[in-house]
Structure formats: structure tokens, C-alpha cells
């Protein structure tokens, strides 16, 4: 059945939270309201019959889940403000960045369930990865808050402590994956083709070579070596790839990004 969801803050990944929602059938239209203090942005949903306001109060009262889009620095004074509309047979769940359970929980006051949830924007097209720990909750809650984030997508269940690498390689690694295909690009024009045709071509081989590891189950080295002619292009091209720090680069920008966050 159909769930009452608020979502308060209709931001980037507000906005594709609900888009992904919208397409899975999980919640109808009119079970759906989004808030934030700026609604002009927010046509789209609403001509989708997605309830769209200001009053944060107002979208909590009436709903079964909330789900928190907030920036960080916003949280508290957000959750400050909604605490007397919360009720234990709510479910909360935050995908704020770097803000845990008990941060909430001291704000809150009160026992009920809390979720954080960490999904990347590729939800609005319900392809996210999405990492998800709790407190407080049932079986039954759990069970809710996966099949709605199964609905936009993949899931898995973590620790809270490992919720700021998920957000790094789950979240983050959105952008990464798109500086790949944007060089992919680049590289494409320098030897020949138009934009168009080499955006095209970088993000459909990206795309199955994901699904590759996804329906196969298979290590990303046993695919490469099943492209790697010996004496042959592609090998060239990658130890160049290696010799000029590749995999090296990365593996830094994803520890940066962490010690980022822990930094706060
Ligand atoms: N973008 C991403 O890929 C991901 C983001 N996250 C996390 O999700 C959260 C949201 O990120 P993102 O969507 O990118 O940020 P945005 O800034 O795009 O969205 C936040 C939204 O909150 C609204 N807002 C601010 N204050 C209030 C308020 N008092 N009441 C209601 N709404 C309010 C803002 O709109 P207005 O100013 O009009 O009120 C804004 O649209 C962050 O904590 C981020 O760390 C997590 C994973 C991925
Ligand atoms: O960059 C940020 O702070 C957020 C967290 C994950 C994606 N965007």
C-alpha cells in the first residue's frame, strides 16, 4: 500500500529521491510531500501532483515516513523544529552526510526509529546504490525501508561506522564515475569522433562494463584480461594509464573525500 513520505529538504537528492519513488509506484503522487523554503524550484514534482510546501510541520504530521535532505550544518535546527511532530510510529531516515544516529537522537529525545540512508542520485532513475544502517527499529521497519530503496535500486545493510566510506564510494563515487566518462570523452574527440557520438559511446561501454561485474559476479581483472591482446592496445594503454597514476589518483581522491568528512 501506498506510504505517506515527507520529504524535507526538495534539494538535489530530495528532488531524485522522489522522482525514483515516483516511477517505482512504491508511494502515489498524492502520498508524497516535499518541503523546502524556496518552492519555485519544485514546479516539476508539483505538476507530477506531488504535494510541495514550506511548512515542514505540516508535511510531518501527516506522514508514515520522513526522509531528511538537508545539508549538514542544517540538521539540527531542522530537526529542532519538526521534534514535536514526530511521533515512534514514524519512521525517520536521514541521508544527511556525516551527522549520526546519536547526533539525532540528542536533538530528538525521544525513541523511535531512525534510519540513515546513503543513496546517489542515479535514484531518480532507480539505479542508486543505496548503504543503509538503524536504531530502534522493528523487523518490520527494516524490512519497509529496504523494499522502498530496493524499489529505486540496490541496497545494503552496514554498520553506522561505515556510513561515511559508503558516502564516499556510493555517493561520491557518482561524480568520479562521470570525471571517467568525461575523459573518456575528451580522449574519444582527440582521436576522431564528434561529442555526441563519443559521450555515447564512453557511457555505454562504462555501463556494461558495470554490468559485467554485476551480473557476473566476476573481478574486474578476469574481465581485463579478456580484452588485453598480448603485445596489444589495450595493455599499452593501460600500464600508460597506471605509469602516468591512475588507479593511484583514485585511490587518493577517495581518501581525501573520506578524511573530509571525518574532518567535518
Ligand atoms: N547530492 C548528492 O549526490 C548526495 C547528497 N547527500 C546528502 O544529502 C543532503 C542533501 O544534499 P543535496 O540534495 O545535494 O543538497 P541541496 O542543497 O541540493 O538540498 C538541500 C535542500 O534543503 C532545502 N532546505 C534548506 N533549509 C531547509 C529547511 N529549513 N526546511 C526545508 N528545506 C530546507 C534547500 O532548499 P531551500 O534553500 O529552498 O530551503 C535545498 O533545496 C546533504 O546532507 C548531502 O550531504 C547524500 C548522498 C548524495
Ligand atoms: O559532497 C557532498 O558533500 C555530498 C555527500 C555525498 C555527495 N555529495
Known amino acids: 500500500m501506498s506510504k505517506k513520505i515527507a520529504v524535507i529538504g526538495g534539494g538535489n537528492l530530495g528532488t531524485a529521491i522522489v522522482e525514483g519513488i515516483l516511477q517505482s509506484g512504491f508511494s502515489k503522487a498524492e502520498d508524497i510531500t516535499v518541503t523546502k523554503r524556496n518552492i519555485a524550484t519544485l514546479t516539476s514534482l508539483k505538476e507530477k501532483g506531488v504535494t510541495v510546501i514550506t511548512d515542514n510541520n505540516k508535511a510531518v504530521k501527516d506522514a508514515e515516513i520522513v526522509i531528511l535532505a538537508i545539508k549538514p ?28 544516529i ?15 540512508a546513503m543513496p546517489n542520485t542515479a535514484i531518480a532513475i532507480r539505479e542508486s546504490m543505496t548503504c543503509l544502517s538503524s536504531a530502534h527499529a522493528s523487523e518490520e521497519q527494516v524490512t519497509l525501508v529496504k523494499d522502498l530503496f530496493c524499489t529505486v535500486g540496490k541496497v545494503t545493510v552496514i554498520e553506522e561506522k561505515l556510513m561515511d566510506a559508503a558516502t564516499v564510494l556510493g555517493a561520491c563515487g557518482t561524480a ?7 575523459a573518456n570523452i575528451q580522449g574519444g574527440i582527440e582521436i576522431g569522433f564528434d561529442a555526441a557520438t563519443a559521450s555515447l559511446i564512453a557511457a555505454q561501454t562504462v555501463k556494461g562494463a558495470a554490468e559485467l561485474l554485476l551480473q557476473k559476479g566476476t573481478h574486474p581483472e578476469q574481465e581485463i584480461d579478456k580484452v588485453t591482446t598480448p603485445k596489444g592496445c589495450t595493455i599499452a594503454g593501460l600500464n600508460e594509464m597506471e605509469h602516468q597514476g591512475f588507479s593511484s589518483s583514485l585511490i587518493k581522491g577517495i581518501s581525501t573525500s573520506y578524511e573530509k568528512i571525518l574532518k567535518g
Open 176 to 182: 568520479y564515475a562521470m570525471r571517467y566518462v568525461r
Open 102 to 116: 546519536k547526533d539525532m537522537q540528542e536533538v530528538i529525545k525521544k525513541k523511535m526509529p531512525i534510519f540513515r
Open 73 to 100: 550544518f542544517q540538521i539540527k535546527d531542522v530537526l529542532a523544529g519538526i521534534v514535536k511532530d514526530l511521533s515512534p510510529d514514524q519512521i525517520l531516515i536521514s541521508v544527511v552526510t556525516g551527522i549520526f
